[in-house]
């Protein structure tokens, strides 16, 4: 066990599925995978571990912001020996060069937050997807025929902030979507030499308040996972 994940050694697999939900994570292991176990519940922060066509691949939740992810993708990493997470979840536009529902695989996250500084000495403001995860992503995403953007992206410490406008490390960098946690998953993935990246579905478009319904959301969220879990299996 490590601190924050209860599950015993061998129990997660090499490929993990990361959402920051842990309902969401539920979800992918009651629709997707098979011969599913329930690993770890520490502190809610649910993780499944099954079968999806055939290969082994475990789900669970980072939480949200960079400092919950810091702590489960590091333990992930080194206490279980996973070499790849990719990152599932959604994001907000800056820009309508992006739209509702939009897949987005990040290229490279952007962030004013001192995550990586303090953690790692990691001095840059923009870290890249780590390893071929971000790849694959793009090449399966072309066999299934899904249309597929690839960005970089803010990963932001505050959701709510006075000042709504596009943040400086946003405009320097051409982000065009904000989330909380690629930046950390990233930074750990570099600092470690495993495999990262980040699938997001576009949940709200900042400039014109579009967002998607309560109502639309477990639905328009299955393409990404699928998507996800397609990949995984040929991690």
């Known amino acids: 066990m490590s601190i924050h994940i209860a599950a015993q050694k061998g129990e997660i697999a090499k490929t993990v599925l990361l959402p920051g939900d842990p309902l969401r994570a539920k979800y992918v292991a009651d629709h997707f995978l098979s011969d599913v176990r329930l690993v770890s519940q520490t502190r809610n922060a649910f993780y499944f571990t099954g079968s999806y066509k055939g290969k082994e691949l475990t789900v669970g939740a980072s939480g949200m912001g960079c400092p919950s992810i810091g702590i489960y993708s590091y333990e992930l990493f080194t206490e279980y020996e996973a070499e790849t997470i990719i990152r599932i979840g959604t994001c907000g536009a800056y820009t309508t060069e992006l739209q509702l529902f939009d897949l987005v695989n990040v290229d490279h996250a952007c962030s004013e937050s001192s995550f990586a500084l303090h953690a790692w000495g990691i001095e840059q403001d923009r870290i890249p997807h780590q390893g071929p995860a971000f790849s694959r992503i793009n090449e399966t995403a072309a ?56 699938l997001l579905t576009v949940s709200d478009v900042i400039p014109t308040h579009e967002k998607i319904s309560a109502d639309q959301r477990e639905k328009s969220l299955l393409p990404m996972m699928e998507l996800a879990l397609e990949a995984g299996i040929r991690m």
Do not use: W
Request: charged share 20%; aromatic share 8%.
């Open 143 to 198: 066999l299934l025929g899904k249309s597929l953007k690839t960005c970089h992206i803010h990963s932001s410490d505050m959701f709510y902030r006075k000042d709504s406008g596009t943040p400086p490390v946003a405009q320097k960098h051409h982000c065009l979507a904000v989330e909380m946690e690629a930046f950390a998953l990233f930074a750990n993935a570099l600092q470690l030499g495993k495999n990262a990246a980040t």
